[in-house]
Every structure is written in C-alpha cells, then in structure tokens.
Nanobody
Framework: QVQLVESGGGLVQAGGSLTLSCAAS????????MGWFRQAPGKEREFVAG????????SYADSVKGRFAISRDNAKKTVNLQMNSLKFEDTAVYYC???????????????????WGQGTQVTVSS
C-alpha cells in the first residue's frame, strides 16, 4: 500500500513555471508506475503525465508535451512534475497517482492507478 501527498501548487502567472512534488510512504514505491492527473472545475479528471517504475519510460498528454516533465527518485520515494510555459488552461487541481499496471509507455487511463493523493491546486493567471 502507498500513501501519496502532493505539494508545490500555487498561483503563477502565464508563462511561468512550477514544480509539483509527490511524496510516497510505504516500502514498495519502486513497484508502482506513477502518474499525474488534473481536474479543472466542471471537467473530468484527465491524464497529464506518467512514468514507469524505473523511470525509463514516460508518457504525456498532448496538451502538455514539451512543456511538462515528470521524474521520480525511487530512493527518496518522490515523483515530480516540472511545469514550464504555463497557460491559463493548465489551471486545475493536480493529483498524484500510483498503480501496478506495468505498461510501457505508462498507462493514461485512471483505472490503471490505484492510489491517489489529495490533490494540490495550481492556478495560472492570464
């Protein structure tokens, strides 16, 4: 079992950068593919980025490709999301997720992720 806690959200101007972090507890963090999802008001929760257990494979939503980067440190049990060139439409609550579906590239669907954090708000002002 894994508990996930996100941090790093906040208010940023369009064009700016922000790094989200997710800290995991539990002994088997390296057994889980990790992902970031987001949910804007009135919208479905959507996939943002995923990373494989060892970090060698990543996947991104088309809307963030080239602007966001996901990384993980299995020794520290953390997964980060570096967000650059932020846009107003990136405003959402961002969720960290972990799952034991070991597809390559990492899965994009919510059902592949079992464990979820409480979310952190990212607001981009235009």
């Amino acid at each position: 079992q894994v508990q996930l806690v996100e941090s790093g959200g906040g208010l940023v101007q369009a064009g700016g950068s922000l790094t989200l972090s997710c800290a995991a507890s539990g002994r088997t963090f390296s057994n889980y593919a990790m992902g970031w999802f987001r949910q804007a008001p009135g919208k479905e929760r959507e996939f943002v980025a995923g990373i494989s257990r060892g970090g060698g494979s990543t996947s991104y939503a088309d809307s963030v490709k080239g602007r966001f980067a996901i990384s993980r440190d299995n020794a520290k049990k953390t997964v980060n999301l570096q967000m650059n060139s932020l846009k107003f439409e990136d405003t959402a609550v961002y969720y960290c997720a972990g799952g034991s579906v070991w597809t390559l590239p990492p899965a994009r669907n919510r059902d592949s992720y079992t464990y979820w954090g409480q979310g952190t708000q990212v607001t981009v002002s235009s």
